[in-house]
């Protein structure tokens, strides 16, 4: 989930992507600031809800990880 309104600048995984915790995910611009997002746990990557490009808000669904 998105800790923060911003807008999408790099999505660095695809669906079906094996991941480890600590991995990159998403990379979010906020506040003209980049913020590289990491997976919180290992699993493979399960659906991308967002594309390059997308403003989203605060606690927006970016990536599922099935654990």
Partial sequence: ??????LVLNILVEVGQTIS???GLVVLEAMKM???LR???DGV?????VAVGDAVG??????????
């Fill in 1 to 6: 989930r998105a800790p923060m309104p911003g």
């Fill in 39 to 41: 997976a919180g746990t």
């Fill in 21 to 23: 915790a600590g991995d």
């Fill in 45 to 49: 990557v399960d659906r991308i809800h």
């Fill in 58 to 67: 605060k606690d927006t669904l970016l990536i599922e990880v099935q654990a």
């Fill in 34 to 36: 980049e913020n590289e």
